[in-house]
C-alpha cells in the first residue's frame, strides 16, 4: 500500500522559510519520479514542481522559481520542499504527489503577518 505522508507546514510572517518533508513507503521511491502540488482555498490545484527519479532534473512553476527548491534522499525515501521569501500568496495546502497522481493528506502552509 502506497503511503505519503507531509509535514513540516505551519504559520510563517512574509519572507521567511520552511522546509516540507514526505515520507514515502510501499513503493520504489527510487525509481519515481516526484512532485509537488498545492491548493489555496477555493482555487485549482496548481502545480509546483517536479523532481526525477534520481534527483538530477528539476523543474518549477513561474510562481515559485528562485524562491522554491525541490530535493530528494532516495535512501530516506523522503521529498522534500524548501520554501524561501514565502509571500501571502503562498499561503495553501502542499501536497506531495507521485506520477501516478497519487496524494498524501497534505500539509497545510499559512504565510501572514
Known amino acids: 500500500q502506497v503511503q505519503l505522508v507531509e509535514s513540516g507546514g505551519d504559520l510563517v510572517q512574509p519572507g521567511g522559510s520552511l522546509r516540507l518533508s514526505c515520507a514515502v513507503s510501499?513503493?520504489?521511491?527510487?525509481?519515481?519520479?516526484m512532485s509537488w502540488v498545492r491548493q489555496a482555498p477555493g482555487k485549482a490545484l496548481e502545480w509546483i514542481s517536479t523532481?526525477?527519479?534520481?534527483?538530477?532534473?528539476?523543474h518549477y512553476a513561474d510562481s515559485v522559481k528562485g524562491r522554491f527548491t525541490i530535493s530528494r534522499d532516495n535512501a530516506k525515501k523522503t521529498l522534500y520542499l524548501q520554501m524561501n521569501n514565502l509571500k501571502v500568496e503562498d499561503t495553501a495546502m502542499y501536497y506531495c504527489?507521485?506520477?501516478?497522481?497519487?496524494r498524501g493528506q497534505g500539509t497545510q502552509v499559512t504565510v501572514s503577518s
Open positions: 504527489e507521485t506520477n501516478s497522481r497519487i
Open positions: 510501499g513503493l520504489r521511491f527510487e525509481l519515481v519520479i
Open positions: 523532481i526525477n527519479s534520481d534527483g538530477e532534473v528539476t
